[in-house]
């Protein structure tokens, strides 16, 4: 398992758009969430540890934030190509077996995750009503092997301050997982 770290894109940079194929073949788009009050961005894959970690976890927190008037969209922007159980069929099964109730989009070009700066899998991009960011950082503290439960409390913390009209806090911690699975020479420049 490689680790690597968020990027922490910086707060208060606008949601870059997107128009990517979901699990279905419909084309989803950041317009199709501007009324919502809150926009959380995950990208994430199939195979990855520390996604599986948390799986069942964020099945429940999509269900339970939902139905809140939280809007999520997931994106697999690894190379499908080397990483075969990162695949557009294999998202539809991963939809099926996790209970995901969230678009799940594949970035084949993976230049939308170049443009938000997605360096793990899972990276959570928390925007706000205007499409601002207020939170990028971790799910919780819980990593594979080291005991801690499976919460969701940092991202909890973030989600619920902007549905709620108050302040993100600042302090804020990198999310930490696989890093995205690059085409060759496809590498971005901001690590």
């Given at each position: 398992?490689?680790?690597?770290?968020?990027?922490?894109?910086?707060?208060?940079?606008?949601?870059p758009?997107?128009?990517?194929?979901?699990?279905q073949?419909?084309?989803?788009?950041?317009d199709?969430?501007?009324q919502?009050?809150?926009?959380?961005?995950?990208?994430?894959?199939n195979h990855?540890?520390?996604?599986?970690h948390?799986?069942?976890?964020?099945?429940?927190?999509?269900?339970?934030?939902?139905?809140k008037?939280?809007a999520?969209?997931?994106?697999n922007?690894?190379?499908a190509?080397?990483?075969?159980?990162?695949?557009?069929?294999?998202m539809v099964?991963?939809v099926?077996?996790?209970?995901?109730?969230?678009?799940?989009?594949?970035?084949a070009?993976?230049?939308?995750?170049?443009?938000?700066?997605?360096?793990?899998?899972?990276?959570?991009?928390?925007?706000?009503?205007?499409?601002?960011l207020v939170?990028?950082?971790?799910?919780?503290?819980?990593?594979?092997?080291?005991?801690?439960?499976?919460?969701?409390?940092?991202?909890?913390?973030?989600?619920?301050?902007?549905l709620?009209?108050?302040?993100?806090?600042?302090?804020q911690?990198?999310s930490?997982?696989?890093?995205?699975?690059?085409?060759?020479?496809?590498?971005?420049?901001?690590f």
């Amino acid at each position: 398992m490689a680790k690597t770290s968020s990027t922490m894109l910086d707060i208060g940079t606008l949601a870059p758009n997107f128009r990517l194929p979901d699990t279905q073949g419909r084309l989803i788009s950041l317009d199709d969430f501007t009324q919502a009050p809150a926009l959380l961005v995950i990208f994430m894959c199939n195979h990855c540890p520390y996604v599986k970690h948390l799986r069942e976890a964020l099945a429940d927190f999509a269900r339970e934030y939902q139905n809140k008037g939280l809007a999520i969209v997931a994106i697999n922007a690894n190379d499908a190509e080397k990483y075969p159980d990162d695949s557009p069929q294999k998202m539809v099964d991963e939809v099926a077996e996790a209970g995901y109730i969230f678009p799940y989009l594949y970035d084949a070009s993976q230049a939308v995750a170049k443009a938000y700066r997605a360096a793990c899998t899972p990276d959570f991009f928390l925007f706000d009503k205007d499409a601002k960011l207020v939170y990028r950082g971790q799910f919780d503290d819980s990593r594979p092997g080291n005991n801690a439960p499976v919460t969701g409390k940092d991202l909890r913390a973030a989600v619920d301050a902007v549905l709620t009209g108050k302040a993100v806090s600042a302090e804020q911690i990198p999310s930490l997982g696989c890093n995205i699975k690059w085409r060759a020479g496809e590498e971005p420049d901001y690590f």
